[in-house]
Structures are given as structure tokens and as C-alpha cells.
């Protein structure tokens, strides 16, 4: 197929027709302002307008081209390359120098990357304003089975205890005298707290210096807390924390929190591959930017209740520079966040100056101190 | 050119491929980056331009196979799927929380429910992927009930699970009829005449040589006295595991043997893997048939461990790369922060590590797809032998696009494919 170098204003061309899948030698003529298709028989099989003309998927070296708004899929295919640079140029769709899926492709980008911001922000703002909202409109029947639930999960988590001793303290014959101090400590503060719901505060058997409240008032204490603990002020200052965050509902609100991130993270970016460890850290930076806030409040709370009971605020801040100090490995609910500092010196200055009123007397404080003696 | 003027039919061999390895690297490297930068949203163009790529580039009998699916499509059909497993988990969620009996069996109705809506998400996808794909002027079309096809799919797997994989060659068979009974190209019906039993002969040496390490394990927990094992475990105490041991000098020498056996069945099953891929897609080809059109496949299993070592020869060498570049920036950080290791530091070491992950991942990934996944699809199309083919010249339109619900199920589910 040698031509003269002149505009080449007819060549050959394969036409399917889209109603049948015969496969036609077509003669392709460029009038001024459409392309004609007709049979070597003179069959015309259509007339395409410039600007309905669309370029189609199609190896290098053919150009495969289909009509806009065409009721059928016909394809017109050019294999002599000459001759289909003679088409790009006069239809506008036609673009085969791939700079209009480059563009395409850039358009994308930016918007994929702007989706991608505005998720973050979702995430950042949006989650922690939206569960927030919606946890003091949960009934205290749901947050109850929530606790259940999360109670279930964080027990199973947390009593890595060899048979014997029962994860909880204060069970054994042994221990009872040391329940009962804690018993009463509880009960002072719940008085001066006045919650919705009751309390149930237990001391288990994990060796780190922490405690933590879930969802619908159960309160866990950790021996390793008790054991550093210096005087009675010290463990009602950290129960007195906790007790905040049920009254705050801190519990409920993390776990709404989770879920939303899980939903906005897991399932609406889908699965790629190695997408489950960014959608884990994520998760993870942004949940402790959470918390940080609900602890100051907690500690506010925490110093307010004590004053309100006659304690000594200042225990909760003795008990967190201790800890604060020498972080114990492994899990740091209670103390995860670095500026324990900032924490200690709010609290010493809001705790309230009067003589404080002992929570136990010197016997009480040894049983509370032995209560995880027996097993 | 090749010989294949208009009107002449080829009737054997006729199947090419014509995609540019070194185009498809640049491809899928691209959609690697931009998958990261985007966690990936990009995902719905990048499996776009692969199929384009993928069909553009495969020419049976003179013509190339023509994808008109856009990104844009399996994004809405993203959307209205997570639309629909919104209330879906949420029932699960709330369904946990109840602690009734209801929330002892959530977990079973979920597995059996997400279980069934993966089959049909599957299903729809594969309609979703023929409407989208044009040949000589006509597409492909898929009919039939996806449900019909989930509860099959379900019941086979269970009985798969139940026969230790025996069934395995018959619900092949059994799936790949239903859904080849119900593809057109155009008015032309599709058929598969493939049957399990030869399949399960063709496999039957595998799956002994596989399983038979496990038998000789259990063997060896026969000898075990389990009354004396039982009572101990039942007594309890500190000293478990010594009493276990006094009352059962063999047991230490059977649990090691079973791990010794289980590793010896893991190595088996990755060094036979490309040899099973090859038998699988070998007898799938050949049981393809398009109304007088018959499929026949001589795909060599040599092959197909060419494009394995291939993978692995890449995966080393991107290893050492990825090595080489962790233990240069372990370096420079070690030495800045011999001084002080705050928080900051701390983030900045995770953050390395994270993207050091995501990167490994992306990238085997990308190997795995340029390498193994893209020569089997060569592979697979350059083997086959195609007769009858003067069928093609009378084929009718029929068949319109579907919607790309099935394939956003897919994909929220984690079950898509190509």
C-alpha cells in the first residue's frame, strides 16, 4: 500500500457492523466534515461525524474507533498507521499521543488524593465529634451490654494467669479483709460521685502499675497499681480517674470511635495489599489522639471528686509521677501519654488546700495492700 | 500482517498475545506508587487499565478482545456495595452484643452469610467483566441466577471440606458448567465439557503425596495412651506438661514428628504448586466450548515454573534492594538518635517501618502480577487450539452491560479478581 506523500483522503479499513459478527473489508473515505464506510460492493454502512468519533482500547497497531451514542457496538478498525494519523487529526476525540489519559490520569490523582485528605479529617474531627454526640444518647441498657461485651473480650485479653489463683483478688479466705477496704474506699467515692449507674471495681492479678474502666461501670484495678501505691489517697485518686471516665463515658465513646475508624479505614478504602497495616496504624495514632483529651478531663474529674470526698487530690499526682517516672513494659492504658508533667502539675494545683480526711485507717491500708495475698 | 485477510479463518493455533512485558511493569509500578500515595483509591483504575492492557492485547483469530469497563463504574459499584453491608455488619455488630443465643450464633450466620454473598458477588463480577468485553463488534453477556450459583458454590466447598479435597476436581467441574451454560458471546451459547473425573485422576498422585504426611502423623498418635493424657490434663497443677511427659514417653517424639510432617506437606504443596495451577488451567481450557467451537489447551507445566522462577528471581533481588535501603536508613537514624530517643523518634522509627511494609507488599505484589499472573494469561491464551471456528462469522447480538454491584461486593468482601 505505497502512496504519494499528498493527504491521504481514502484507505482500507474492517467494519463490524455490531448486529452480526461478520467481518467486513471496508473502503474508509474522509469527506470534509465526516468519515464514510462503504463495502467493495458501494454498500454504505455509515457516515461517521468527526466529533462522534471515539478512540477504543486496541493494540499499538491498530486504530480501533466506535461511534458516540451508537445504538449498537460497531467498530471501525485501521491498521495502516499513516493512514490513521490522517483520522486523528481531523477527529477531535481521537488522540493518540495519550496525552488526554495523561490528563485523565493526573485529574485522578488529584482527586483521589483530595478524597484521601478530607477522610483523614473525617477521621481526625469528625469521628471523635460524631461518637461524642452519640454516646449520651445510648440508653444505659445498651452501654451495659457494650460493658458486657468489651468485659468478655478485655478479661480473655488480660487474665494470662496459670490455673489456680482467680484472676480477680479479694476472692480467698485470705483476702477478704482486703475487699472490704476497698470496699469502703469505693463507696466514699461513689457517694461524692453520685453516678447513674453502680460501680463494680475489682483488683486483678496483672503485675503493670495501671487500671482501667470499661463501658458500664466496671472499673479494674491492677495489683501492680496497688503495689506501688504509698498510702490509700494514692489508689483513690486513680479510682477516682477511672470513675470519671465512667461518668464521661469514656468506655462507650472508644469503642464508638473504634468502630467508626474501623468502618472509615477498613472498609470504605477496601483491601489492597499492605493496606491492613496503614489502616492499623492509623487506628492506632489516631485513637491515643483521642484519648489524650478524655484523660485530662478524667483528671479533672479525678481531683474534683477527691475534693468534693475529702481526700487528698494530690494522690492521684503522687501515683502518676511515680509511674509516669518508670513506665512498666507492656500495656500503658492508664499512662500513655508523654506529657504526664503537664498531667501531675494541673492536678496538684487544682487539688484543694484543707487538712484531708484519711479514706483507711493503718489496719485497712495493710489488708487493701495484701488483698491479692491469697491463692 | 499475519495470513489472517479479511474472511479467512484460521482453525488451529490462532490464539496471540501481543502486550509489551516492559509496558505492563511501567503499568503496574505506576499503579503501586499511586495506590500508596492514594490507600488505595486508585484501585479501581489501576484494575481498569490491567484489563484493558490484558484484552487489547490478546488477538483470537485476527481480532484483539476489546475491555470497555471504566473505573468510574466499579467505583459506584463500590459504593452501593458497601451501601448494602452497612446494615449488614451492623446487624452482626448489635447481634454480638445481645449475649443470647443470637450472639452464639452470629459468628456461624456470619461466616455463612458474608460465605454466600462472596459466591455471589463472584458470580456478578464475572457477568460484570464479560459485558464489559467486546469482540468483533459483539460482547459477551451471562445469564443465569448468581443466587442459584452461591447456594451450589456453598454446598460444594462444604463437601470439598468434608472429603478432604477429593470433591474438589467435581465442584470445579460442576461450577464452571453452570456458568459456562449461562455465557453468550452474543447468541452464541457456551458449554463445558471438562469432567471432574478426569481432573481428580490427573491429580489423584498430588493429593496423596500431600496428604500423606499427615496420615503418617496421625499414625503416630496412635500410639499415645489419651485416658492417662486426660486425666492428667484433667488433675492439673503446675506440673502439667512433666506429668503428661512421665505418663507418655512417646508423646514428645509424635507432636515433633507431626511438625516435621506438616512442614515436609507445606514444602510439597509450594514446590507442586505451579504443577497443580498448570494441570487446573490446562483442563479448564480444554473443556471450554463456544457452540461448534472447541478449545483445546497444550499448555507445558515447564512453563509455568519458568514464570515461578522468574518471580522468585525478582523477589530476591528486590529483597536484597529493599535490605540494602533499610539497613542505610537504620544507619542515619541510629546515629541521630544515639543521643536522645524521645517519642518523636519513636513515631518517626514506626512510621519507617510502616512504610518499609507497605512497600514490601506493594512491591512482591507487583512482581507477582508482571511475572506469574501475566505469563499464565499468555501462557494460558498462546496454548490453545481452537476449531470450528467458522462459527464466528454468523454470530448475532444479544446481551446488555450489567451493573458493577458484583464487582464492588467483590471487593469489599476481598474476593475480586482480574
Known amino acids: ?375 | 500482517m499475519t495470513g489472517l485477510e479479511a474472511g479467512g479463518i484460521a482453525t488451529g493455533g490462532a490464539v496471540r498475545f501481543l502486550g509489551q512485558r516492559r509496558f505492563y511493569w511501567r503499568l503496574l509500578i505506576r499503579g503501586a506508587v499511586l495506590l500508596m500515595v492514594t490507600l488505595g483509591i486508585y484501585r479501581f483504575w489501576l484494575v481498569s487499565d490491567i484489563r484493558r492492557f490484558l484484552w487489547a492485547n490478546t488477538e483470537i483469530a485476527g481480532e484483539t478482545l476489546e475491555y470497555t469497563g471504566t473505573a468510574l463504574e466499579l467505583l459506584l459499584g463500590f459504593l452501593v456495595a458497601i451501601a448494602i453491608l452497612i446494615p449488614i455488619y451492623a446487624g452482626f455488630f448489635l447481634a454480638a452484643l445481645d449475649l443470647g443465643l443470637l450472639a452464639k450464633l452470629s459468628g456461624v450466620l456470619a461466616f455463612a452469610v458474608l460465605g454466600l454473598l462472596g459466591q455471589y458477588a463472584i458470580y456478578r463480577a464475572r457477568r460484570y467483566r464479560l459485558t464489559r468485553t467486546v469482540y468483533r463488534g459483539l460482547r459477551l453477556h451471562q445469564e443465569g441466577s448468581a443466587w442459584g450459583f452461591a447456594f451450589r458454590a456453598m454446598l460444594w466447598w462444604i463437601a470439598t471440606a468434608l472429603s478432604f479435597g477429593l470433591a474438589y476436581p467435581f465442584q470445579l467441574a460442576s461450577l464452571e458448567r453452570y456458568k459456562m451454560r449461562n455465557t453468550f458471546y452474543g447468541d452464541l451459547r457456551g458449554r463445558f465439557e471438562a469432567s471432574g473425573f478426569a481432573l481428580l485422576f490427573r491429580g489423584l498422585p498430588m493429593w496423596a503425596l500431600l496428604l500423606a504426611p499427615f496420615g503418617l502423623a496421625i499414625r503416630g498418635f496412635l500410639g499415645v495412651d489419651w485416658q492417662a493424657l486426660a486425666d492428667a490434663v484433667a488433675q492439673g497443677g503446675d506440673d502439667v506438661m512433666s506429668k503428661i511427659e512421665g505418663g507418655n514417653p512417646g508423646l514428645g517424639a509424635a507432636i515433633v514428628f507431626a511438625m516435621l510432617m506438616t512442614a515436609t506437606s507445606i514444602a510439597l504443596a509450594a514446590i507442586l504448586y505451579p504443577a497443580f495451577q498448570a494441570m487446573i488451567l490446562r483442563w479448564w481450557c480444554s473443556g471450554l466450548r463456544f457452540g461448534d467451537i472447541v478449545v483445546h489447551s497444550t499448555l507445558r507445566t515447564r512453563h509455568v515454573y519458568g514464570a515461578y522462577a522468574r518471580f522468585v528471581g525478582y523477589a530476591i533481588l528486590f529483597s536484597i534492594v529493599m535490605g540494602i535501603i533499610g539497613a542505610f536508613s537504620l544507619g542515619v537514624t541510629d546515629t541521630a538518635v544515639s543521643e536522645k530517643f524521645d517519642s518523636a523518634n519513636q513515631i518517626a522509627a514506626t512510621l519507617g517501618l510502616l512504610v518499609g511494609y507497605v512497600v514490601a507488599a506493594l512491591g512482591f505484589s507487583t512482581i507477582y502480577r508482571a511475572t506469574v499472573l501475566l505469563s499464565l494469561w499468555q501462557l494460558g491464551m498462546e496454548s490453545l487450539q481452537l476449531s470450528g471456528l467458522s462459527a464466528l462469522e454468523t454470530v448475532k447480538a444479544r446481551g446488555r452491560p450489567s451493573s458493577a454491584l458484583g464487582e464492588g461486593l467483590a471487593d469489599a468482601l476481598n474476593v475480586g479478581s482480574y
Open chain 1, 1 to 375: 500500500m505505497s502512496r504519494a506523500a499528498e493527504p491521504m483522503n481514502s484507505g482500507a479499513g474492517i467494519y463490524f457492523d455490531g448486529v452480526t459478527s461478520a467481518r467486513r473489508d471496508v473502503l474508509v473515505e474522509l469527506a470534509p466534515t465526516n468519515l464514510q464506510i462503504s463495502g467493495r460492493d458501494g454498500h454504505s454502512w455509515g457516515q461517521w461525524p468527526y466529533d462522534e468519533i471515539e478512540e477504543l482500547t486496541a493494540p499499538d497497531s491498530i486504530l480501533r474507533l466506535g461511534r458516540r451514542g451508537s445504538a449498537t457496538l460497531e467498530r471501525l478498525e485501521i491498521r495502516d498507521p499513516a493512514f490513521a494519523a490522517e483520522i486523528d487529526a481531523r477527529a477531535a476525540h481521537v488522540d493518540r499521543t495519550g496525552a488526554g489519559q495523561r490528563r485523565e490520569r493526573m485529574r485522578v490523582i488529584a482527586w483521589t488524593v483530595v478524597a484521601t485528605a478530607s477522610l483523614l479529617l473525617v477521621a481526625w474531627f469528625g469521628v471523635p465529634a460524631i461518637a461524642g454526640r452519640l454516646t449520651p444518647l445510648l440508653p444505659a441498657t445498651v452501654e451495659l451490654k457494650l460493658g458486657n461485651a468489651v468485659n468478655m473480650q478485655i478479661r480473655s485479653m488480660l487474665d494470662s494467669r496459670n490455673a489456680g489463683a482467680a484472676f480477680e483478688c479479694g476472692i480467698a479466705a485470705a483476702e477478704l479483709r482486703g475487699r472490704a477496704a476497698l470496699d469502703k474506699l469505693v463507696r466514699r467515692l461513689e457517694e461524692a460521685a453520685a453516678l447513674p449507674l453502680p460501680l463494680r471495681t475489682n483488683v486483678v492479678r496483672r503485675d503493670e502499675a495501671n487500671a482501667l474502666a470499661l463501658p458500664g461501670g466496671q472499673v479494674y484495678v491492677f495489683q501492680g497499681l496497688i503495689a506501688k501505691a504509698d498510702n490509700a489517697d494514692e489508689v483513690a485518686g486513680v479510682i477516682a480517674h477511672e470513675i470519671g471516665h465512667v461518668a464521661h463515658r469514656d468506655g462507650t465513646k472508644a469503642v464508638l470511635e473504634g468502630g467508626g475508624l474501623s468502618f472509615l479505614f477498613g472498609m470504605l478504602l477496601g483491601d489492597f495489599v499492605g493496606g491492613g497495616a496503614v489502616v492499623f496504624a492509623a487506628k492506632s495514632v489516631l485513637q491515643s489522639s483521642y484519648t489524650r483529651e478524655a484523660e485530662t478531663a478524667a483528671d479533672a474529674y479525678a481531683t474534683d471528686l477527691m475534693n468534693k470526698a475529702g481526700g487528698d487530690a494530690r494522690g492521684l499526682a503522687a501515683m502518676l509521677d511515680k509511674i509516669g517516672g518508670a513506665p512498666e513494659p507492656g500495656m500503658k492504658i492508664l499512662l500513655d501519654h508523654p506529657e504526664t508533667k503537664a498531667r501531675v502539675v494541673a492536678i496538684r494545683k487544682a487539688a484543694a488546700a484543707v487538712s484531708p480526711r484519711p479514706f483507711l485507717d493503718a489496719g485497712e491500708w495493710a489488708a487493701l495492700k495484701s488483698i491479692c495475698a491469697g491463692s
